[in-house]
């Protein structure tokens, strides 16, 4: 079962019902479309029409229009200066940038603009990343020689804790030269090597020379020519192209006679939001095979309505409509009180949410402290099999 996400719309769109907007109690939890009235009266940059919106004469005067679906306006927003019941026209405050289509869909908000409340979703994604934070686990970077320290600033997801480290293992793996019939969708290997097996489940990987660092599954192997490909768009390319004399390893990935292999005397340059990592002693053994890093992740900002997030709704909801009324306090009595008032109660909501539904995770089995003597624990280096040194 996957972790619950909501995009950005959802979030947004949950907000606003929650401070009782006009158009999302009218219209729910959804968006109305445009639509041209005749073939010549159309949408222009600074008039639109939507036929679902039936309110009277300047019902939506001061509130904003959001253009929540459309390819050459995405998350436009403008203020509305007057709403005409005879057509069903809005007439912006300033116009577009591009005139929206038929078709394209509108959202209303009232009290905050659509882009504030974005900021606000944002600022409750960052208090709750503590609460919250994304397990994440990595399997791009490889074990690659004669390298002792690993740039981690490159993963998928900004690291903010490391939990684990460990190494892959494989009984069926085959280690060698590149030949000089490498590209960029192909690693030529040595004619003793037998691709009579191997499949997409398979991997090849450079752990040194040029190209060293880089591991992509197989597409197809060739027992002719002795060619893996490994790409077939720009997509799977090796972005650095291997020679001859980099050194490769190709192995099942699908076989699990062995367990990855913890290391657990790893450290890095910071606890939070680290990007180096340090190993202790080098490991031969494992050239080119993958670390697999679980770490946690803090959650990212989201910058379109599709963007996704695991913090939790609730959560959100709450500290965002904080912000939102925290924002609005001004200098007179009548709005510190209101709106004070009604931060504080958003701000507790969202604070007991956090108290009682934090995310459990996963335990870490790093060893980053000193030896009595001063020294680190060992990583295992080459003893892989022997972990107590025996």
Same mark, same amino acid.
């Given at each position: 079962m996957?972790?619950?996400?909501?995009?950005?719309?959802?979030?947004r769109?949950?907000?606003?019902?929650?401070?009782?907007?006009?158009?999302?109690? #009218?219209y729910?939890?959804?968006?109305?479309?445009?639509?041209?009235?005749?073939?010549?009266?159309?949408?222009?940059?600074?008039v639109?029409? #939507?036929?679902?919106?039936?309110?009277?004469?300047?019902?939506?005067?001061?509130a904003?229009?959001?253009?929540?679906?459309?390819?050459?306006?995405?998350g436009?927003?403008?203020?509305?200066?007057?709403?005409?019941?005879?057509?069903?026209?809005?007439?912006?405050?300033?116009?577009?940038?591009?005139?929206?289509?038929?078709?394209?869909?509108?959202?209303?908000?009232?009290?905050?603009?659509?882009?504030?409340?974005?900021?606000?979703?944002?600022?409750?994604?960052?208090?709750?990343?503590?609460?919250?934070?994304?397990?994440?686990?990595?399997?791009?970077?490889?074990?690659?020689?004669?390298?002792?320290?690993?740039?981690?600033?490159?993963?998928?997801?900004?690291?903010?804790?490391?939990?684990?480290?460990?190494?892959?293992?494989?009984?069926?793996?085959?280690?060698?030269?590149?030949?000089?019939?490498?590209?960029?969708?192909?690693?030529?290997?040595?004619?003793?090597?037998?691709?009579?097996g191997?499949?997409?489940?398979?991997?090849?990987?450079?752990?040194?020379?040029?190209?060293?660092?880089?591991?992509?599954?197989?597409?197809?192997?060739?027992?002719?020519?002795n060619?893996?490909?490994?790409? /077939?768009?720009?997509?799977?390319?090796?972005?650095?192209?291997?020679?001859?004399?980099?050194?490769?390893?190709?192995?099942? #990935?699908?076989?699990?006679?062995?367990?990855?292999?913890?290391?657990?005397?790893?450290?890095?340059?910071?606890?939070?939001?680290?990007?180096?990592?340090?190993?202790?002693?080098?490991?031969?053994?494992?050239?080119?095979?993958?670390f697999?890093?679980?770490?946690?992740?803090?959650?990212?900002?989201?910058?379109?309505?599709?963007?996704?997030?695991?913090?939790?709704?609730?959560?959100?909801? /709450?500290?965002?409509?904080?912000t939102?009324?925290?924002?609005?306090?001004?200098? /007179?009595?009548?709005?510190r009180?209101?709106?004070?008032?009604?931060?504080?109660y958003?701000?507790?909501?969202?604070?007991?949410?956090?108290?009682?539904?934090?995310?459990?995770?996963?335990?870490?089995?790093?060893?980053?402290?000193?030896?009595?003597?001063?020294?680190?624990?060992?990583? #295992?280096?080459?003893?892989?099999?022997n972990?107590?040194?025996?």
């Amino acid at each position: 079962m996957t972790e619950p996400t909501a995009t950005r719309q959802a979030l947004r769109r949950a907000i606003a019902l929650k401070a009782r907007m006009p158009f999302f109690l #009218a219209y729910g939890d959804t968006d109305v479309a445009l639509a041209d009235p005749t073939s010549a009266t159309i949408q222009t940059t600074d008039v639109i029409y #939507a036929p679902s919106l039936t309110q009277t004469e300047n019902f939506w005067q001061n509130a904003w229009v959001y253009v929540s679906d459309s390819a050459g306006v995405y998350g436009t927003e403008r203020r509305i200066q007057a709403f005409e019941r005879s057509g069903n026209k809005i007439i912006p405050e300033w116009p577009f940038d591009t005139a929206p289509a038929a078709a394209d869909r509108i959202e209303i908000y009232h009290i905050w603009p659509p882009s504030q409340i974005n900021s606000a979703i944002n600022d409750a994604l960052e208090e709750g990343g503590e609460y919250w934070p994304s397990q994440t686990v990595d399997e791009s970077m490889i074990v690659v020689e004669d390298r002792l320290a690993y740039d981690i600033s490159g993963l998928s997801v900004t690291p903010w804790k490391m939990l684990q480290i460990r190494v892959e293992r494989s009984s069926k793996s085959v280690t060698g030269t590149c030949t000089s019939a490498c590209t960029s969708a192909v690693v030529g290997v040595d004619t003793d090597d037998d691709l009579s097996g191997i499949d997409t489940d398979w991997y090849v990987s450079i752990y040194d020379g040029p190209g060293k660092g880089q591991v992509r599954s197989v597409i197809s192997g060739d027992t002719l020519t002795n060619l893996i490909t490994v790409g /077939n768009s720009a997509a799977t390319y090796l972005t650095t192209d291997a020679d001859s004399t980099s050194k490769y390893r190709w192995w099942d #990935a699908d076989e699990q006679w062995h367990d990855w292999v913890s290391l657990l005397g790893i450290h890095f340059n910071r606890k939070d939001y680290p990007d180096k990592m340090y190993l202790q002693n080098l490991m031969p053994s494992v050239y080119g095979f993958r670390f697999r890093q679980t770490y946690l992740g803090w959650p990212s900002a989201l910058s379109a309505d599709s963007d996704v997030t695991s913090v939790p709704k609730e959560f959100v909801v /709450n500290k965002a409509l904080a912000t939102l009324h925290d924002s609005m306090i001004g200098d /007179n009595r009548v709005d510190r009180t209101m709106h004070g008032g009604t931060a504080e109660y958003y701000a507790d909501r969202a604070a007991e949410y956090a108290r009682l539904h934090r995310r459990r995770v996963l335990a870490g089995s790093l060893w980053q402290d000193e030896d009595e003597d001063g020294t680190h624990v060992s990583s #295992a280096g080459d003893d892989i099999g022997n972990p107590l040194g025996w």
